[in-house]
């Protein structure tokens, strides 16, 4: 893929081409396997089919179509971007509003929420790359990009395994009777502190070694083939 994509019309393509197979694929499956998947754990069908591969792969377009907005991608600095403040306005105002959709509407099942998450981000990351609000460039914003790879890897398991239990448990001590928007912040407050710390100590006791174990294997590699 990095050596196909080498542009952003490429990279526009490949996202239309990613979003067209995970819809065909996941509608096939669908149809397919979701008869036997109904009752109880229809759910637990539906979850996968948010997770796995084929809907995860236009996110990863997503990614590349990012690398070339980005204006320090050619060199070119943001100060120098014409009206940055504003573009930067309407590009977070767009994250907010694709935040929205894929929180509090009822996602299509062969597109599911990632697309939309990984949209709200691009836009996020494209406003702030012409104007790094302070509310949002800072010293702990940037400490979770340090461990964002970790938060990654372990966010599912806090939110899914960790959180859930802790959550309710919350709600029934407490006799809370919470709206939608109240429970999915008080989810989501909660769950963050969990995964930073859960990733500060995998960034630290597996991520750094894993790096620094891969640069030395690489190093011995280019020693012998310059020997």
């Known amino acids: 893929l990095f050596a196909w994509v080498t542009s952003l019309k490429r990279a526009l393509a490949g996202t239309c081409v990613a ?3 995970q819809v065909v694929i996941n509608l096939l499956t669908i149809s397919i396997f979701g008869p036997r998947w109904q009752g109880p754990n229809a759910d637990l069908f539906h979850t996968f089919i948010g997770l796995w591969f084929p809907t995860q792969l236009p996110v990863f377009f997503l990614g590349f179509v990012l690398s070339f907005l980005v204006p320090s991608r050619h060199g070119v600095s943001s100060a120098q971007t014409p009206y940055r403040r504003t573009r930067s306005l309407g590009l977070l105002s767009l994250a907010m509003l694709f935040l929205f959709f894929a929180t509090y509407k009822r996602p299509i099942p062969q597109i599911g929420d990632v697309f939309e998450f990984g ?3 691009l836009f996020l990351v494209w406003g702030l790359s012409l ?4 509310l949002l460039v800072n010293k702990t914003i940037c400490y979770i990009g340090l461990v964002s790879y970790s938060c990654y890897l372990t966010h599912f398991m806090v939110v899914y395994v960790i959180l859930p239990p802790l959550f309710f448990g919350l709600i029934r001590m407490m006799n ?3 709206t939608s928007l109240s429970a999915v912040s008080l989810y989501f407050f909660l769950a963050l502190p969990l995964v930073v ?3 500060t100590l995998t960034y ?3 991520e750094v070694p894993g790096i620094d174990f891969g640069r030395r294997i690489i190093a011995r590699r280019e020693g012998h083939t310059t020997s």
């Open 19 to 21: 979003v067209v197979l």
């Open 119 to 121: 949209l709200a981000f």
């Open 131 to 134: 104007m790094p609000w302070r």
């Open 176 to 178: 809370l009777h919470l």
């Open 197 to 199: 710390a859960l990733s």
């Open 204 to 206: 630290r006791f597996i």
